[in-house]
T-cell receptor, first 114, second 117 residues
Framework: AQSVTQPDIHITVSEGASLELRCNYS??????LFWYVQSPGQGLQLLLK??????LVQGIKGFEAEFKRSQSSFNLRKPSVHWSDAAEYFC????????????FGSGTQLTVLP | GAVVSQHPSWVICKSGTSVKIECRSL??????MFWYRQFPKQSLMLMAT?????????EQGVEKDKFLINHASLTLSTLTVTSAHPEDSSFYIC?????????????FGPGTRLTVL
């Protein structure tokens, strides 16, 4: 079955530390890949997306993600976390087939310590 | 670019009344919009797909007579919660889709917090 997995429910890092949020997918063919961020009581903001080409994708707010086909992963990274990065992060995929439905992972809550 | 708005941002209503939520794509046209529901500490649950000029497609378990969707133009979709009850209280989020041969991206609105008393 097609699925998106974010294995970490909650991650805590200190401000200024590096960050990596994990995302794995299980699809027949490589889907379109996305990372969204949601602050409390807000909608989702698109951080970055991967469709094809360079497997290292740059996004907004200093985030980047690397697509690794061999590992079916699309992990999100940031070299130095800011307190304002505290939020819920969702990995999501869209199948390249006809369904084109956006499927979300369960989310990772990021806490940033001062 | 790719800004999606929702109105209202929050609403409180009495049980039995109906509530309409608007979703607009401000700087682009969207033939397809989506409505999601989100419970606290959970991911988004797709309720329905709204297609301009045609009937919405509802996900399994979503009552189409309770959650009325209208996609009247390429920039506006509305969700009406009819005869609302306390169990309908939730955070409702819409998205508008930009799609092409090699791209498919959903841009999300800020959400609407519905509280039914």
């Amino acid at each position: 079955a097609q699925s998106v997995t974010q294995p970490d429910i909650h991650i805590t890092v200190s401000e200024g530390a590096s960050l990596e949020l994990r995302c794995n997918y299980s699809y027949g063919a490589t889907p379109y890949l996305f990372w969204y961020v949601q602050s409390p009581g807000q909608g989702l903001q698109l951080l970055l997306k991967y469709f094809s080409g360079d497997t290292l994708v740059q996004g907004i707010k200093g985030f980047e993600a690397e697509f690794k086909r061999s590992q079916s992963s699309f992990n999100l990274r940031k070299p130095s976390v800011h307190w304002s990065d505290a939020a819920e992060y969702f990995c999501a995929v869209v199948s390249r087939g006809s369904a084109r439905q956006l499927t979300f992972g369960s989310g990772t809550q990021l806490t940033v310590l001062p | 670019g790719a800004v999606v708005s929702q109105h209202p941002s929050w609403v409180i209503c009495k049980s039995g009344t109906s509530v309409k939520i608007e979703c607009r794509s401000l700087d682009f046209q969207a033939t397809t919009m989506f409505w999601y529901r989100q419970f606290p500490k959970q991911s988004l649950m797709l309720m329905a797909t709204s297609n301009e000029g045609s009937k919405a497609t509802y996900e399994q378990g979503v009552e189409k007579d309770k959650f009325l969707i209208n996609h009247a133009s390429l920039t506006l979709s509305t969700l009406t919660v009819t005869s609302a009850h306390p169990e309908d209280s939730s955070f409702y989020i819409c998205s508008a889709r930009v799609a092409g041969p090699s791209t498919d991206t959903q841009y999300f609105g800020p959400g609407t917090r519905l509280t039914v008393l």
